[in-house]
């Protein structure tokens, strides 16, 4: 009879009888009782079908999405991975057989789609415990693998994945829309990942800690990093369900088991003896007061197995789960030991030599674990990755082509956010682009080459200060200048430059120029130089005016026979005049009597292309890891339905633009990395990994 209908019987008055078998009425209450059963099931499904956290399938938990219009472009981007997977999966099951080449490249596929950074070849991570001098059994690893990756994808992981993505959406709208962490949360929750918050504050007080946090703006203390100029945000992200392995160990080969203690008697029995058969080993212990009753713990366990060549582990009760390795300290409180006794335990093993600092590879602490009754489970140590955000993303911006003869002077207009340092393309017309020099008249700032730039080839400033020709480093002959710089006396304006005097303007009051090299200027300075970069001038915000010289030189001139008074010398360099290295040619048209005016014009020497970096209006750009371009098949990338799926949590009006994170060093956006805990938002500008050397095509 079921537990409800004699619940439902024990209501009736004793006298009844009601609970005795076989009477009529058993057989009524148990027909009713059982249609109850029926009911109640059904009804706790219903109410967990209403409930999000405990609805059991698929179908439900998306009808309680769509009450929140959550539907296939929210959750593309899981059916997109899991297909990916599924498709890998399928290759390593057929190769699992075959050769050792095609198993391996299988079993690679699958692990960079978690972006395992681990060494190659990672299939042993899963084969079965063996002896260190024995090759491990890559056909089990290969099944053992396939078996961990195929139970990620059950029906109910999915139904989990989803609900997640359910839920992060609903706590990302009850937060707040169109802010950073709405939009960072929102990408990773697209992705099945996750923001690493205590990540990012471990790395934050490392940053404050080596003194690397200058580039973040501390003052907006949340969880997650931000730049100074507040254009950069940045997250540690993890996988939301991360690969695991149970690491494998060797059982001794003469093993007992028990639980917190053992009788004497099972301890002899698990050693296949009796119990008399213990007594010179209980003697020499000096356990004369011990029965096969007597319940022994571990270490006196321990001690008599010793004497047989035994092992005595604890039933497994728990696991453990670590990453990369654990220090020796966490490990032992984790087993509810003192170090120094799981120090002597590894002592034991043969591993010697350690500390409560040292640290412990998940291999050690499997073999460690059992004598306490743990198994070790790793999370197997990925690639670190980052979820950033650039408001108003950058895009080279560029001025049109200017033809320049000596002298030129013009104007770009430009909308931004602020100054920009510049990049000047200088294409070289026949032999006469001798010396280019540019001129920001309004920063009172100058670039220059000593040198001609051939015809058609380009000579390129960039930003930092490097210098071009034709993809040549040519910064050897290259300076600037800062200082000095008056406007033309016709055309006056509120940003020229002044000379210090009553009432002028102290914000625009000239000094002398100071060169980079030092002394470049100077005509005594020879080229080439050491091939210090240079400084380069920036664009400012509504109108800059620019100035473009060539080497169109002069020649000093004797006043007297006096060898040290007599002689006027041409200061600064660029207009000395060399033979056979400058052109000599007039600044304002033709001298008197050699030209008609109307017959003579200034000729081109010159075609300047000025480019920035501008920050794009109403805009932004969403970076993720590289590796979710492994993801990419036959329909929308993965990028794509990103941008679509963060379409509900976007500021009104602005654009969103999804990259893949690209960490090779590129020119005008990249940093290069050093040592040492390093600000995720420069990490994200690139710049910590080499491009790989070009194919040899000879």
Request: with cysteine; hydrophobic share 45%.
């Amino acid at each position: 009879m079921s537990a409800r209908a004699l619940q439902i019987l024990g209501r009736f008055p004793g006298h009844l009888g009601a609970t005795r078998a076989g009477t009529q009425l058993n057989t009524v209450v148990e027909a009713l009782a059982a249609q109850l059963e029926v009911f109640s099931a059904d009804v706790a499904g219903v109410r967990r079908s209403h409930r999000i956290g405990h609805a059991q399938t698929l179908r439900d938990v998306r009808l309680l999405g769509a009450l929140h219009a959550i539907d296939n472009i929210d959750l593309s981007i899981l059916s997109v991975r899991e297909d990916r997977v599924r498709e890998l999966l399928k290759a390593l099951i057929a190769d699992t057989e075959g050769s050792d080449d095609a198993r391996n490249a299988a079993a690679e596929a699958l692990f960079d789609l978690w972006g395992i950074n681990m060494p190659q070849p990672r299939l042993p991570l899963f084969a079965p415990a063996h002896a260190p001098a024995d090759d491990p059994d890559l056909v089990a690893a290969a099944r053992n693998f396939a078996g961990k990756v195929q139970d990620g994808l059950k029906a109910i992981r999915h139904v989990d994945a989803v609900r997640a993505r359910v839920l992060a959406i609903a706590d990302i709208h009850q937060r707040g829309n169109g802010t950073v962490r709405a939009l960072l949360e929102g990408a990773a929750s697209a992705l099945d990942m996750e923001l690493d918050i205590e990540g990012n504050a471990t790395l934050k007080r490392q940053l404050i800690d080596a003194g690397r946090a200058d580039t973040l703006e501390l003052l907006v203390d949340d969880e997650l990093f931000h730049s100074k100029d507040l254009f950069w945000h940045s997250s540690i992200a993890r996988e939301r369900v991360p690969l695991i392995r149970s690491v494998p160990t060797l059982a001794p080969v003469k093993l007992v088991r028990m639980g917190k203690t053992i009788a004497t008697s099972e301890l002899a029995d698990q050693m296949l003896l009796h119990f008399v058969d213990l007594h010179d080993a209980l003697v020499t212990l000096d356990l004369l007061d011990v029965r096969p009753t007597t319940l022994l713990d571990q270490a006196t366990a321990q001690s008599i197995a010793t004497e047989f060549g035994f092992t005595v582990e604890r039933f497994a009760r728990s696991t453990i789960r670590i990453g990369a390795n654990i220090p020796l300290a966490d490990l032992a409180i984790r087993f509810g030991q003192r170090a120094q006794e799981l120090i002597d335990h590894l002592d034991s093993l043969d591993e010697t030599g350690l500390t409560p600092t040292s640290v412990i590879t998940p291999e050690s602490a499997a073999r460690a674990a059992r004598k306490y009754g743990f198994l070790i489970e790793q999370i197997i140590p990925v690639t670190q990755e980052y979820i950033g955000m650039e408001e108003n993303p950058r895009r080279r911006e560029e001025f049109r082509k200017e033809e320049c003869e000596h002298g030129h002077v013009f104007s770009v207009l430009r909308r931004g956010f602020g100054m920009e340092p510049l990049q000047v393309h200088v294409i070289g017309r026949a032999d006469k682009t001798v010396g280019p020099m540019i001129v920001n008249r309004d920063e009172g700032k100058g670039i220059g080459w000593f040198g001609t730039v051939p015809d058609t080839q380009t000579l390129v400033f960039e930003e930092e200060g490097r210098v071009l020709l034709d993809g040549d480093d040519v910064t050897e002959n290259a300076y600037s200048w800062v200082g000095a710089c008056f406007a033309d006396f016709e055309q006056p304006s509120a940003h020229d430059f002044v000379i210090a005097g009553p009432g002028d303007n102290p914000f625009r009051r000239a000094s002398f120029a100071v060169a980079t090299p030092a002394n470049s200027l100077n005509r005594e300075f020879e080229f080439p130089h050491s091939g210090e970069s240079i400084q380069m001038p920036g664009i400012g915000i509504g109108e800059t005016r620019m100035a473009f010289f060539a080497q169109q030189a002069h020649l000093s001139s004797r006043d007297s026979d006096d060898e040290d008074t007599g002689i006027r010398r041409v200061t600064p360099h660029p207009f000395i005049g060399f033979a056979d290295r400058s052109v000599f040619a007039p600044a304002g048209g033709a001298p008197d009597g050699v030209h008609a005016a109307s017959d003579y014009d200034n000729p081109k020497v010159a075609d300047i292309v000025l480019s920035w970096l501008e920050h794009e209006a109403y805009a932004l750009r969403l970076i993720i890891p590289s590796r979710f371009q492994l993801f990419d098949g036959a329909g929308a990338p993965i990028n794509e339905r990103l941008v679509a799926a963060l379409e509900r949590f976007r500021p009104a009006g602005v654009q969103i633009r999804v990259d893949y994170y690209d960490g090779r060093w590129l020119t005008d956006e990249g940093v290069l990395a050093d040592d040492g805990p390093m600000d995720p938002d420069l990490i994200l500008l690139g710049g910590t990994v080499l491009w790989p050397a070009p194919a040899d095509d000879t």
